[in-house]
C-alpha cells in the first residue's frame, strides 16, 4: 500500500527496513572521520550516534522507509560551458522531496491511523545510502553512490522514519565487478580506494562546501566543474539505463542550459537570481559561484 502510494506521488522505488543500530557501518565512518576526510564539513562531525541509530532521531522508531527519486534531465548544458551538476538543474529539491514525504506521511497515517514519523531529506544524521542499501533498492557502489541495475545512480536518496512495525525488504547484490571506471576517471582521484572516497579531495565538496579559496593545487583537475561532479556517475556502465525524470519542477531553466562559459562569467547578481531563484546552486551564492569560475579561468 505504502509503495504503491509512493509510485503515485513519483518516487522512483521504495525500500523498507526494520529501524535500529548500523552496526557494520561503524568502522567505516569512524575510519573516514579518523582519516579527516570530511575536509571541513565539521558538521560529519556532529551527531556520531545519530547516524548510526534512527530511534535515537524519532522516538520509539521501529521503520525506515527508503525513497529514490529521480532526477536524470532529458536536455544537458550546452557542451561548451562550465558544467553544474544533473541534480542541481531544477528546484531544489529538498523543498519538492520534502512536500512528497509529508503526502506519503499523511496517507500512512490516514489508512494505518496512530502513526508518529518524521521526514528526512538530506536534512538531519541520517546515512541515506546505508538504509537504501539495507531495504533492497540498490547497492554501495565503489564510488559510494547508491547503483540499480535498472535505472543507474542518478536519484535522490530520503526517508521517513516511522514508529510503525512494518514488512521489510532484504539488502540486494553488489554488481560493480571488476569494474575501476569510477576510480580510473576521477579528476582528483578522490576516490582513494573502492567503495571510499576522500570528501576533502572531491569537486563537489572545493566548488560547494568549501568556503575558502580552492587550494592551488587543484588548478587544472576540476574539469570545468564549477557546482558539483557528476564525473564518478557519467562513466559508471550503469548509467547507461538512466531515463529521464518525469518532475516538472526538475525541469532546467532553458537559459541555464544555453549559458556560455562567456555568459558565467559576465554574470550578474540579477541574472543569478532568475536562473537559481529556487535553486540548490543558491548555496554557493553568487560569489562562491565566481570563485569556482574565477578559479577554473
Given at each position: 500500500?505504502?509503495?504503491?502510494?509512493?509510485?503515485?506521488l513519483?518516487?522512483?522505488?521504495?525500500?523498507?527496513?526494520?529501524?535500529?543500530?548500523?552496526?557494520?557501518?561503524?568502522p567505516r565512518l569512524?575510519n573516514?572521520?579518523?582519516?579527516n576526510?570530511?575536509?571541513?564539513?565539521?558538521?560529519?562531525?556532529?551527531?556520531?550516534?545519530k547516524?548510526?541509530?534512527?530511534?535515537?532521531?524519532?522516538?520509539?522508531?521501529?521503520?525506515?522507509?527508503?525513497?529514490?527519486?529521480?532526477?536524470?534531465p532529458?536536455?544537458?548544458?550546452?557542451?561548451?560551458?562550465?558544467?553544474?551538476s544533473?541534480?542541481?538543474?531544477?528546484?531544489d529539491?529538498h523543498f519538492?522531496?520534502?512536500?512528497?514525504?509529508?503526502?506519503?506521511?499523511?496517507?500512512?497515517?490516514?489508512?494505518?491511523?496512530?502513526?508518529?514519523g518524521?521526514?528526512?531529506?538530506?536534512?538531519?544524521?541520517v546515512?541515506?545510502?546505508?538504509?537504501?542499501?539495507?531495504?533492497?533498492?540498490?547497492?554501495?557502489?565503489?564510488?559510494?553512490?547508491?547503483?540499480?541495475?535498472?535505472?543507474?545512480?542518478?536519484?535522490f536518496?530520503?526517508?521517513?522514519?516511522?514508529d510503525?512495525?512494518?514488512?521489510?525488504?532484504?539488502?540486494t547484490?553488489?554488481?560493480?565487478?571488476?569494474?575501476?571506471?569510477?576510480?580510473d576517471?576521477?579528476?582528483?582521484?578522490?576516490?582513494?580506494?573502492?567503495?571510499?572516497?576522500?570528501?576533502?579531495?572531491?569537486?563537489?565538496?572545493?566548488?560547494?562546501?568549501?568556503?575558502?579559496?580552492i587550494p592551488?593545487?587543484?588548478k587544472?583537475?576540476?574539469?570545468?566543474?564549477?557546482?558539483g561532479?557528476?564525473?564518478?556517475?557519467?562513466?559508471?556502465?550503469?548509467n547507461?539505463f538512466?531515463?529521464p525524470?518525469n518532475?516538472?519542477?526538475f525541469?532546467?531553466?532553458p537559459?541555464?542550459?544555453?549559458?556560455?562559459?562567456?555568459?558565467?562569467?559576465?554574470i550578474?547578481?540579477?541574472?543569478?537570481?532568475?536562473?537559481?531563484?529556487?535553486?540548490a546552486v543558491?548555496?554557493?551564492?553568487?560569489?562562491?559561484?565566481?570563485?569556482?569560475v574565477e578559479?577554473?579561468?
Amino acid at each position: 500500500m505504502i509503495k504503491a502510494e509512493s509510485k503515485r506521488l513519483g518516487f522512483l522505488s521504495c525500500g523498507i527496513s526494520k529501524a535500529g543500530f548500523l552496526e557494520e557501518e561503524v568502522p567505516r565512518l569512524e575510519n573516514w572521520l579518523n582519516k579527516n576526510m570530511q575536509g571541513q564539513m565539521f558538521y560529519m562531525e556532529n551527531h556520531f550516534d545519530k547516524r548510526l541509530n534512527p530511534t535515537l532521531l524519532v522516538e520509539g522508531a521501529k521503520s525506515v522507509i527508503s525513497l529514490l527519486l529521480n532526477y536524470y534531465p532529458s536536455e544537458f548544458q550546452n557542451q561548451e560551458s562550465y558544467k553544474i551538476s544533473k541534480y542541481a538543474y531544477g528546484q531544489d529539491y529538498h523543498f519538492v522531496i520534502k512536500e512528497k514525504l509529508k503526502e506519503l506521511l499523511h496517507f500512512i497515517q490516514t489508512e494505518i491511523g496512530e502513526v508518529s514519523g518524521r521526514a528526512f531529506v538530506d536534512s538531519a544524521p541520517v546515512l541515506d545510502k546505508a538504509w537504501a542499501a539495507k531495504s533492497g533498492l540498490g547497492w554501495m557502489g565503489k564510488n559510494t553512490n547508491l547503483i540499480t541495475q535498472k535505472v543507474g545512480s542518478f536519484y535522490f536518496i530520503s526517508e521517513l522514519i516511522v514508529d510503525v512495525e512494518l514488512e521489510y525488504d532484504a539488502p540486494t547484490t553488489d554488481h560493480c565487478g571488476s569494474c575501476t571506471a569510477c576510480i580510473d576517471e576521477c579528476p582528483t582521484e578522490a576516490i582513494v580506494a573502492p567503495y571510499v572516497v576522500d570528501g576533502s579531495k572531491c569537486i563537489s565538496y572545493f566548488t560547494i562546501e568549501l568556503k575558502e579559496n580552492i587550494p592551488t593545487e587543484m588548478k587544472g583537475k576540476l574539469d570545468d566543474w564549477m557546482f558539483g561532479c557528476d564525473v564518478c556517475q557519467d562513466v559508471c556502465p550503469w548509467n547507461r539505463f538512466s531515463k529521464p525524470h518525469n518532475e516538472p519542477l526538475f525541469q532546467a531553466n532553458p537559459e541555464l542550459l544555453s549559458f556560455t562559459k562567456k555568459d558565467w562569467e559576465e554574470i550578474t547578481e540579477d541574472v543569478f537570481k532568475k536562473v537559481f531563484k529556487d535553486s540548490a546552486v543558491k548555496r554557493t551564492k553568487l560569489e562562491g559561484l565566481r570563485r569556482n569560475v574565477e578559479f577554473l579561468k
